[in-house]
């Protein structure tokens, strides 16, 4: 059972549901947020699960990245799990847990990497689009996908519609992912996503 951390900025949405689909490949033991007052963090406690506030305000990015890194290896944590995690890690925290850590995106990437997605898939008109859960690597949204869910997108949608169905499909994608890598049936090899 591999000892998993979640960092989270927010609603914790996914946290929610990576808490609700645990089974014996996996066991949350830490949830660390950059946000003190996370919805999310409410969720873990309501858990039994032990949070962490690690603030990042006033502090260069490597600084705040060895602490979060600190706070892991403290924890013991064997993957991290970045559910809306709104900072970007330096490349040398990526490389420490190269393998090891993965994120989730609302979009099929390698399109629309980065921010305000949906209002960019729907200004191009885009007939679907999707959620990926991949490997992080130092370029942003860049690394191996190790799943992919998608939607449909409507003529009428706003923003907030798109986002909802994403998200939707984001709730079952990320437990399936992280139960992929947690029982060995993908790894990060030379760069790439290969699966057992
Ligand atoms: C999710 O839609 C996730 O894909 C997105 O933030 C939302 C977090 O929701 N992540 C990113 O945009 C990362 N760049 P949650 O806090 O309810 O899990």
Known sequence: MKRV?????????????????????????????NIDGAAGLERARAAGIPTTVVPHAGKTREVFDAEVDQVLRAADAEL?????????????FVR??????????????????????????????????????????????AGPVIAQASVPVHPSDTPQMLADRVLA?????????????????VKLQSGLAVFA
Do not use: T
């Open 169 to 185: 499909v984001e709730h079952n994608l990320y437990p399936e992912a992280l139960k992929l890598l947690a029982s060995g049936k």
């Open 5 to 33: 951390a979640v960092l989270i900025s927010g609603r914790g949405s996914n946290l929610g549901s990576l808490i609700d689909a645990a089974d014996s490949s996996y066991k949350i033991i830490l949830v660390i947020s």
């Open 80 to 92: 991290v799990v970045l559910a809306g995690f709104m900072r970007i890690l330096s490349d040398g």
């Open 96 to 141: 420490g847990w190269e393998g090891r850590l993965i994120n989730i995106h609302p979009s099929l990437l390698p399109a629309y990497k980065g921010i305000k997605v949906h209002e960019r898939v729907i200004e191009a008109k885009e007939s679907k689009s999707g959620a990926s859960v991949h490997f992080v690597v130092p370029e942003l949204d």
